[in-house]
């Protein structure tokens, strides 16, 4: 048949922004009475912003507060995708950087879109690429820093860490970066981090935005933010266009991403400037300290719109996410419960224990007695700790399966507190039992 006699494909029934949508279902202050709380300076801390919700896709629908695993490679780290559903995942974020390399977005389009591909029918996510994309430049740690400015003095904007080589360039167009696979270059602007994502197929994707950190410089800081907010407005553009020619699949929501480290001028400035935006959601990045998580989160929240989701990108410590979700983070995602667990380090509620610990070789208890995946109601410590010994791939594949159950069932069950009204309660006895220094 003739090209120009081909038909075009016929519009997806779920193609359309009416896919995707977002509902309050109850806020914290509604269900619970704040109370009064200073923080170590005596200055009151900032009121609670929390709520519940429902994120409706056209994967399913997320009830929220909801912790959403990551799955980097269209696979959450040595576990299965039906493994993940049988533990309450509700969605699963993916890395549109390493999925661009490899297999490469063109790929996972013809495979029917990622959740196909990787045999998942629930809701996904994709990030820009912009997170891995900046942390490669400098070969310092870009991530969430909770620890503040280095020990060791300043790091220069344009430093590059020690015994490293910049792998990439950032200009006010987009980002040239070398692949960490062969070494190949590559251009990643807002437009190319859209068309990937589309390829991808995730059900909510993550605007184009550059990845600051704690050390760089407020001036810095300043420009990055003016450039975050142009590349925001070409993503949005390009998705419009992306959008309209791809309605053979189902509708993708966009969240712009809210950067601006420790400075609360910026926080709130690029709140208002891309809550003015046709977003469906939005993503709460960067750099942020520990103490001042909950703060940060605030202000964001009290300046984007209602009525849209609010993902804040990186933390599963428990601590941090009763934080989290009081200054109203809607989802949240980290790698940390599959990245300690191939170490041995296992999530109890009475704090976090090392397996391979000789103590464990002759403990014939489940990790957690009180837990029900799969690893707990059918293998022991001893086993388990037997397997990190012998260096057995399936330890990490254990450790894992109870580490992610772990943390979807204490925000699943402070979504439930938050409902219900026991918020308090059992925020309070969580934290006491895991930070008590009793041994598991």
């Given at each position: 048949?003739?090209?120009?006699?081909?038909?075009?494909?016929?519009?997806?029934?779920?193609?359309?922004?009416?896919?995707?949508?977002?509902?309050?279902?109850?806020?914290?202050?509604?269900?619970?009475?704040?109370?009064?709380?200073?923080?170590?300076?005596?200055?009151?801390?900032?009121?609670?912003?929390?709520?519940?919700?429902?994120?409706?896709?056209?994967?399913?629908?997320?009830?929220?507060?909801?912790?959403?695993?990551?799955?980097?490679?269209?696979?959450?780290?040595?576990?299965?995708?039906?493994?993940?559903?049988?533990?309450?995942?509700?969605?699963?974020?993916?890395?549109?950087?390493?999925?661009?390399?490899?297999?490469?977005?063109?790929?996972?389009?013809?495979?029917?879109?990622?959740?196909?591909?990787?045999?998942?029918?629930?809701?996904?996510?994709?990030?820009?690429?912009?997170?891995q994309v900046m942390s490669l430049g400098s070969g310092f740690k870009k991530v969430i820093d909770m620890d503040g400015p280095s020990p060791k003095g300043p790091v220069g904007d344009d430093d590059v860490a020690?015994?490293?080589?910049?792998?990439?360039?950032?200009?006010?167009?987009?980002?040239?970066?070398?692949?960490?696979?062969?070494?190949?270059?590559?251009?990643?602007?807002?437009?190319?981090?859209?068309?990937?994502?589309?390829?991808?197929?995730?059900d909510i994707m993550f605007a184009f935005d550059e990845l600051t950190t704690l050390h760089n410089s407020r001036g810095y800081q300043e420009r990055a933010l003016e450039r975050t907010r142009l590349w925001a407005?070409?993503?949005?553009?390009?998705?419009?266009?992306?959008?309209?020619?791809?309605?053979?699949?189902?509708?993708?929501?966009?969240?712009?991403?809210?950067?601006?480290?420790?400075?609360?001028?910026?926080?709130?400035?690029?709140?208002?400037?891309?809550?003015?935006?046709?977003?469906?959601?939005?993503?709460?990045?960067?750099?942020?300290?520990?103490?001042?998580?909950?703060?940060?989160?605030?202000?964001?929240?009290?300046?984007?719109?209602?009525?849209?989701?609010?993902?804040?990108?990186?933390?599963?410590?428990?601590?941090?996410?009763?934080?989290?979700?009081?200054?109203?983070?809607?989802?949240?995602?980290?790698?940390?419960?599959?990245?300690?667990?191939?170490?041995?380090?296992?999530?109890?509620?009475?704090?976090?224990?090392?397996?391979?610990?000789?103590?464990?070789?002759?403990?014939?208890?489940?990790?957690?007695?009180?837990?029900?995946?799969?690893?707990?109601?059918?293998?022991?410590?001893?086993?388990?700790?037997?397997?990190?010994?012998?260096?057995?791939?399936?330890?990490?594949?254990?450790?894992?399966?109870?580490?992610?159950?772990?943390?979807?069932?204490?925000?699943?069950?402070?979504?439930?507190?938050?409902?219900?009204?026991?918020?308090?309660?059992?925020?309070?006895?969580?934290?006491?039992?895991?930070?008590?220094?009793?041994?598991?």
């Open positions: 048949m003739d090209s120009e006699q081909t038909p075009a494909p016929k519009p997806h029934p779920l193609s359309g922004r009416d896919s995707f949508s977002f509902r309050v279902r109850t806020r914290l202050t509604e269900t619970v009475a704040q109370p009064p709380r200073t923080d170590p300076h005596g200055d009151p801390e900032p009121p609670w912003l929390g709520r519940t919700g429902e994120i409706t896709t056209p994967h399913g629908t997320i009830r929220t507060p909801a912790f959403i695993p990551v799955a980097t490679a269209a696979t959450v780290k040595a576990v299965l995708p039906e493994a993940m559903k049988e533990l309450g995942a509700q969605a699963l974020l993916a890395n549109a950087y390493h999925l661009y390399l490899r297999p490469g977005h063109d790929l996972l389009d013809e495979a029917g879109g990622l959740g196909r591909f990787m045999n998942w029918d629930g809701p996904t996510f994709t990030d820009s690429g912009g997170f020690e015994g490293k080589e910049r792998l990439a360039n950032v200009d006010d167009d987009g980002v040239t970066f070398i692949s960490h696979l062969n070494g190949d270059k590559h251009r990643f602007t807002p437009e190319v981090s859209m068309q990937v994502q589309h390829g991808i197929g995730a407005l070409r993503c949005l553009e390009e998705h419009e266009r992306l959008t309209q020619a791809r309605q053979h699949r189902p509708y993708q929501a966009l969240f712009g991403v809210i950067q601006g480290a420790q400075y609360e001028d910026l926080r709130r400035q690029a709140s208002r400037d891309l809550g003015a935006m046709d977003f469906d959601g939005y993503g709460i990045g960067g750099a942020l300290e520990k103490k001042n998580l909950g703060t940060i989160v605030g202000w964001c929240a009290e300046e984007l719109p209602e009525d849209r989701p609010r993902h804040l990108l990186g933390i599963s410590e428990p601590d941090d996410i009763f934080v989290a979700l009081e200054a109203g983070a809607d989802t949240f995602d980290c790698v940390s419960p599959t990245r300690v667990a191939r170490t041995g380090a296992c999530y109890h509620p009475k704090g976090r224990f090392n397996l391979p610990a000789a103590r464990f070789k002759r403990d014939f208890r489940p990790i957690d007695e009180d837990c029900d995946c799969y690893t707990c109601t059918h293998y022991t410590r001893a086993y388990v700790h037997h397997l990190f010994k012998a260096k057995e791939r399936v330890a990490a594949t254990l450790a894992s399966i109870h580490n992610e159950r772990f943390t979807i069932r204490l925000v699943d069950r402070a979504r439930e507190a938050m409902e219900d009204g026991s918020y308090l309660a059992y925020r309070d006895a969580t934290l006491a039992d895991y930070y008590s220094g009793d041994h598991p």
